[in-house]
């Protein structure tokens, strides 16, 4: 039997806790219809070993310690940290929930950071260096997992549940948080970028550093994506993730320094047409319309042009 301490209808002043109570509610209604779920997102996805037969599913406040939800029984102990907002995690917070639950009697043991964050990034694997029982899980991925779910039995009331729930994440996070932007390169002496030799220093790990004449406020250390368009190839070559952002000043025109955990040049350039097919995107690039040197892009935004979170 399941005893379920959760109610998909109730209501929490944190806007986050709402989408926690979403989330666990739908994993204690889905033993009964899809028994192997549950197992599959543990398992498959966050790489916990042995199986899994949940007997509590709790919310805040049913839940020690703050943590935003938890799916438990007499051997295992899964507690969630929920972000709706990408960047948010605390360093001081996940090692106060770790302390908690390391005393919680359960052999196995697990804090599962549920965060729009590209589990790839630098900014999340420091968080999962902390402790061997931290997971990560991407909003992204809940959303592409319970999408399957839908299709399988598109004409029931659980099925309606989830598609109201993952329209919620779409029109809440993906299309509002920020996954970083999209900054023209100034080529030339000024700003010291060559166009027939800057992709191949980037490479060989010639650009740590990548200077810019403004602050853009979402490039914040937090994992974010500078995402760099070269005119001349008419597409997006380069994409970076950013460690940090500092006012160095060590360049007249360009003060601000944004600091690079890791370079991924493409392939094959993101082609202009697909930035233009983006929802105000469409006067990209196109003389005397568009005089802005970047411009943010959603986690949505971001999907469509790589393919990912």
């Avoid at 996070?173 to 980037?202: C, H, P, T, W």
């Avoid at 200077?211 to 070559?237: A, C, E, F, M």
């Avoid at 493409?266 to 047409?273: G, K």
């Avoid at 690039?285 to 568009?290: E, L, P, Q």
Wanted: aromatic share 12%.
């Amino acid at each position: 039997m399941y005893m379920n301490s959760v109610n998909i209808f109730t209501m929490y002043e944190q806007r986050e806790n709402d989408y926690t109570n979403g989330f666990v509610s739908l994993l204690s209604l889905t033993p009964p219809v899809y028994p192997r779920f549950l197992n599959q997102l543990l398992k498959d996805h966050l790489g916990l070993s042995g199986t899994f037969d949940p007997v509590n599913f709790l919310v805040l406040r049913g839940v020690e310690s703050y943590i935003d939800g938890e799916v438990s029984a007499e051997d295992f102990c899964i507690w969630i940290e929920t972000k709706i907002v990408s960047g948010t995690l605390c360093n001081e917070q996940v090692r106060r929930h770790l302390k908690m639950l390391q005393a919680k009697p359960q052999a196995r043991r697990y804090l599962v950071l549920l965060t729009p964050d590209d589990s790839g990034s630098r900014y999340v694997q420091q968080f999962l260096e902390i402790d061997p029982c931290i997971r990560h899980l991407a909003w992204r991925r809940v959303y592409d997992l319970l999408e399957s779910l839908k299709e399988q039995d598109a004409d029931t009331v659980f099925s309606a549940l989830v598609r109201q729930y993952l329209a919620h994440i779409k029109k809440t996070i993906f299309e509002q948080d920020l996954a970083g932007g999209i900054l023209k390169i100034s080529f030339g002496n000024k700003s010291e970028v060559y166009e027939d030799r800057y992709l191949d220093e980037m490479k060989s790990g010639g650009w740590p550093l990548w200077n810019s004449p403004r602050q853009y406020k979402s490039l914040d250390g937090t994992g974010r994506k500078l995402l760099l368009y070269d005119h001349t190839r008419q597409g997006i070559t380069v994409e970076a993730e950013i460690a940090k952002v500092v006012e160095t000043r060590s360049e007249p025109d360009y003060p601000w320094t944004n600091e690079i955990v890791k370079w991924r040049v493409f392939d094959s350039p993101i082609p202009i047409e697909r930035i233009r097919s983006l929802v105000n995107f469409h006067d990209f690039g196109v003389h005397k319309k568009d005089r802005s040197a970047f411009r943010n892009l959603t986690r949505e935004q971001y999907r469509l042009l790589v393919g990912q979170t």
